[in-house]
């Protein structure tokens, strides 16, 4: 590459794009936004639906209970957005020079080698991975739908941001007691 390609490359800002369906967002996802912010000069946090989930919270909610959380605990980099469609689609047009997602374990990887390698095929944009703090390894939104619905919320307090568990509470006694949480299989989606 010429020198002046060079020097416009480093020159353009470094864009993150950390995406996830965030439902709800965790302690270990704040764990990765928080190691992921200073590895780009923006960090967007950006909230998509996957059909192989049924969700809790709305896009809406999930916007606000984020929003709440990169106001307290992030750097003026982080920003806060939903879409819907493809990822790498919504990543061209924010401009996004990588996507960020955390591991937590060597099964993460299996999944996530295969996401970054077909992002990488069909849109040409990187993965940046970042491995979770070793108290976050274990916590996924999944098991914390199917215990918030079928148990005490309290309990997961070492687990969730404290917005997260009031928010939590409210939709169980909205909903008079429960929580629409159901597993739905990848490839039925039954
Ligand atoms: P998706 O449905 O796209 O996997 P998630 O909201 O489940 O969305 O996860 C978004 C990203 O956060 C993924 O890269 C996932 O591996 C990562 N992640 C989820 N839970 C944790 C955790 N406890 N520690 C670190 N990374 C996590």
């Known amino acids: 590459m010429p020198a ?16 996830g369906t965030f439902d709800p967002i965790t302690n270990g996802h704040l764990d990765i936004i928080k190691r992921g912010q200073s590895l780009f000069d923006r960090l967007i946090v950006a909230i998509g639906t996957n059909p192989a989930k049924r969700s809790i919270f709305s896009l809406d909610e999930r916007k606000t209970i984020i929003s ?8 003026p980099q982080v920003e806060v957005d939903a879409f819907e469609g493809l990822t790498v689609d919504y990543a061209r047009s924010v401009g996004a020079t990588a996507i960020l997602r955390g591991l937590r374990n060597v099964t993460d990887l299996n999944f996530e080698f295969q996401l970054a390698l077909t992002n990488r095929a069909i849109a040409e944009i990187e993965t940046v991975f970042v491995m979770s703090g070793e108290a976050y390894g274990f916590t996924s939104s999944t098991l914390i ?7 005490e919320i309290d309990r997961l307090h070492p687990l969730l941001p404290d917005n997260v568990l009031q928010r939590l509470k409210q939709k169980k006694e909205e909903l008079g007691g429960t929580l629409p949480w159901k597993h739905v ?6």
């Open 68 to 75: 709440e959380l990169v106001a307290e605990h992030c750097g």
């Open 4 to 19: 002046q390609n060079n020097q416009q490359a480093t020159d353009k800002p470094k864009i993150g794009l950390f995406p």
């Open 145 to 151: 739908k199917q215990i918030a619905a079928g148990g």
């Open 185 to 190: 299989d990848h490839l039925t989606g039954e």
